[in-house]
């Protein structure tokens, strides 16, 4: 079973490396962890997602016994919590068509249990988009990426045969001048249909493949 950590610890050397040998005592397997610093730099967070914790008792117990730990809870996996995910990229008002159309099918399949996502991206500008497509690969949970906009080619095409090669992870394209719709699995006129399509493609309570629709236009 894997379950997600969340811990508020001292800024200090050598508190991760603690943090995790204990977890690694307990026969814990780190699958995802994630850091950041708050409160002008005094106090460190950290989320952990981890597998093989028999004893999450023990757990708690020696986690909160060190002493730069300042609060410490066990609780689901955002894995578990907010399932895959829907990433939306390109220009302003057709990423908001396909996220309503995303976010309305999404509806449908969490009410039956999933856990699907839709994060939104509204830019615009070869290198912004670029660097937004290669940051993709870094993201967790990522089910699918949808790119909306009138126009990309160039650098973005090159980013997206990169997160696929990389990845694997699907790319639906909406009907547009440039290079990008030739190497998207996908192209799709319609922003809402392309939102729908989306969450059905990730969707496991949906019968969408889209391996049967590659290089289609839609």
Same mark, same amino acid.
Not at 25 to 42: H, S, V
Not at 133 to 141: D, E, G, I, N, W
Not at 146 to 164: D, F, P, R, Y
């Given at each position: 079973?894997? @379950? *997600? +950590?969340?811990?508020?610890?001292?800024?200090?050397?050598?508190?991760? $490396?603690?943090?995790?040998? +204990?977890?690694?005592?307990? *026969? *814990?397997?780190?699958?995802?962890?994630?850091?950041?610093?708050?409160?002008?730099?005094?106090? *460190?967070? @950290?989320?952990?997602?981890?597998?093989? +914790?028999?004893?999450?008792?023990?757990?708690?117990?020696?986690?909160?016994?060190?002493?730069?730990?300042? #609060?410490?809870?066990? $609780?689901?996996s955002l894995k578990k919590i907010y399932g895959k995910r829907v990433i939306i990229i390109g220009g302003g008002a057709q990423v908001a068509e396909v996220a309503r159309g995303a976010i309305s099918e999404a509806d449908r399949h969490n009410i039956r249990g999933e856990r @699907?996502?839709?994060?939104?991206?509204? @830019?615009?500008?070869?290198?912004?988009?670029?660097?937004?497509?290669?940051?993709?690969?870094?993201?967790?949970?990522?089910?699918?990426?949808?790119?909306?906009?009138?126009?990309?080619?160039?650098?973005?095409?090159?980013?997206?045969?990169?997160?696929?090669?990389?990845?694997?992870?699907?790319?639906?394209?909406?009907?547009?001048?440039?290079?990008?719709?030739?190497?998207?699995?996908?192209?799709?006129?319609?922003?809402?249909?392309?939102?729908?399509?989306?969450?059905?493609?990730?969707?496991?309570?949906?019968?969408?493949?889209? #391996?049967?629709?590659?290089?289609?236009?839609?």
């Amino acid at each position: 079973m894997e @379950i *997600g +950590i969340s811990i508020e610890a001292d800024n200090k050397i050598g508190v991760l $490396h603690k943090l995790t040998g +204990i977890v690694s005592e307990l *026969g *814990g397997n780190i699958t995802y962890t994630q850091q950041f610093i708050k409160d002008d730099g005094k106090i *460190g967070f @950290i989320y952990m997602e981890v597998e093989g +914790i028999k004893d999450t008792e023990e757990l708690k117990k020696r986690i909160e016994s060190c002493e730069f730990v300042k #609060n410490f809870e066990i $609780h689901s996996s955002l894995k578990k919590i907010y399932g895959k995910r829907v990433i939306i990229i390109g220009g302003g008002a057709q990423v908001a068509e396909v996220a309503r159309g995303a976010i309305s099918e999404a509806d449908r399949h969490n009410i039956r249990g999933e856990r @699907i996502s839709v994060d939104t991206l509204p @830019i615009v500008g070869e290198d912004n988009l670029y660097e937004a497509v290669k940051a993709v690969a870094t993201l967790p949970r990522v089910g699918i990426l949808v790119l909306a906009g009138s126009l990309m080619g160039g650098k973005i095409t090159e980013a997206v045969k990169e997160l696929k090669e990389k990845t694997g992870i699907p790319v639906i394209s909406l009907k547009m001048f440039g290079s990008v719709p030739k190497v998207a699995d996908l192209v799709v006129g319609d922003p809402l249909q392309a939102g729908v399509l989306a969450v059905m493609a990730i969707a496991e309570t949906a019968k969408f493949d889209i #391996n049967k629709v590659k290089g289609r236009v839609l």
